[in-house]
């Protein structure tokens, strides 16, 4: 049974950093695509990053420059490293498949609150 555990959310001023983790099990990350979506309230879920199976990464416009995904095979686990975060990055983030993937089941998420 698939099962995804995101962590490392919290609250951190505008200019810093956080490290959010997706620990998978049930499904091998090392040979599947992974995302990070992101939902702000009252807003639609909102693709931020997605890994290929081979490692090649896109990211939304919005966090270009400022968010890297990876990910580590021997943990299973895929990473988000958010710097440089702004207020407008406030929002639960999850991991699953990237869109026309097959859905994975939905964690729990993580709340990333950044103050001004």
């Known amino acids: 049974q698939v099962q995804l555990v995101e962590s490392g959310g919290g609250l951190v001023q505008a200019g810093g950093s956080l490290r959010l983790s997706c620990a998978a099990s049930g499904f091998i990350v090392a040979i599947n695509a992974m995302a990070w979506y992101r939902q702000a309230p009252g807003n639609r879920r909102e693709l931020v990053a997605t890994i290929s199976s081979r490692g090649s990464t896109n990211y939304a416009d919005s966090v270009k420059g400022r968010f890297t995904i990876s990910r580590d095979n021997n943990k299973n686990t895929v990473y988000l490293q958010m710097n440089s975060l702004k207020p407008e990055d406030t929002a639960v983030y999850h991991c699953?498949?990237?869109?026309?993937?097959?859905?994975?089941?939905w964690g729990q998420g993580t709340q990333v609150t950044i103050s001004a």
């Open positions: 699953n498949a990237p869109p026309d993937y097959k859905e994975l089941p």
